[in-house]
C-alpha cells in the first residue's frame, strides 16, 4: 500500500516563502511522476507543478512559473515544492501525488493520471 504524506504549510505573509515536503512510503516511486496539485475554498484541484522520475522534465502551472520550483530526491523519495513570493490567490490544500502508472510521463500535469494522494497540507497566504 502507497502511502504519500504532505508537510510545511502554514499561514504567511505574501511576499514570503514556504517549502512544502512529500514523502512515499510503502513502494519506491523512483520510477513514477509526483506532482503537486492544490485545491482552494470551491475551487477545482488544479495541477501546480510536476516532475518526471528522472527529474529531468518539469512542468508548472503559468500562475506559479518563476516562483515555484518542484524537486525530487529519489534516494530519499522525498519530493519538494519551493514556493516564493507567495500571493494570496496560492492560499489553498496542497497535495502530493505519485503518477498511477511507473516509467512514463504524460505532459499536461492532469490530476487525472495520478493514482496516489496525500491527506493535503494547508497553505494560507495573508494580504
Known amino acids: 500500500q502507497v502511502q504519500v504524506v504532505e508537510s510545511g504549510g502554514g499561514l504567511v505573509q505574501a511576499g514570503t516563502s514556504l517549502r512544502l515536503s512529500c514523502t512515499a512510503s510503502?513502494?519506491?516511486?523512483?520510477?513514477?511522476?509526483m506532482g503537486w496539485f492544490r485545491q482552494g475554498s470551491g475551487k477545482e484541484r488544479e495541477g501546480v507543478a510536476c516532475?518526471?522520475?528522472?527529474?529531468?522534465?518539469?512542468e508548472y502551472r503559468d500562475s506559479v512559473k518563476g516562483r515555484f520550483t518542484i524537486s525530487r530526491d529519489n534516494a530519499r523519495n522525498t519530493l519538494h515544492l519551493e514556493m516564493n513570493s507567495l500571493k494570496p490567490e496560492d492560499t489553498a490544500m496542497y497535495y502530493c501525488?505519485?503518477?498511477?502508472?511507473?516509467?512514463?510521463?504524460?505532459?499536461?500535469?492532469?490530476?487525472?493520471?495520478?493514482?496516489?494522494w496525500g491527506q493535503g497540507t494547508q497553505v494560507t497566504v495573508s494580504s
Open positions: 501525488a505519485a503518477d498511477g502508472l511507473s516509467s512514463r510521463y504524460v505532459s499536461g500535469c492532469n490530476a487525472r493520471n495520478f493514482a496516489y
Open positions: 510503502g513502494v519506491g516511486l523512483v520510477r513514477y511522476t
Open positions: 516532475i518526471s522520475w528522472s527529474g529531468t522534465t518539469t
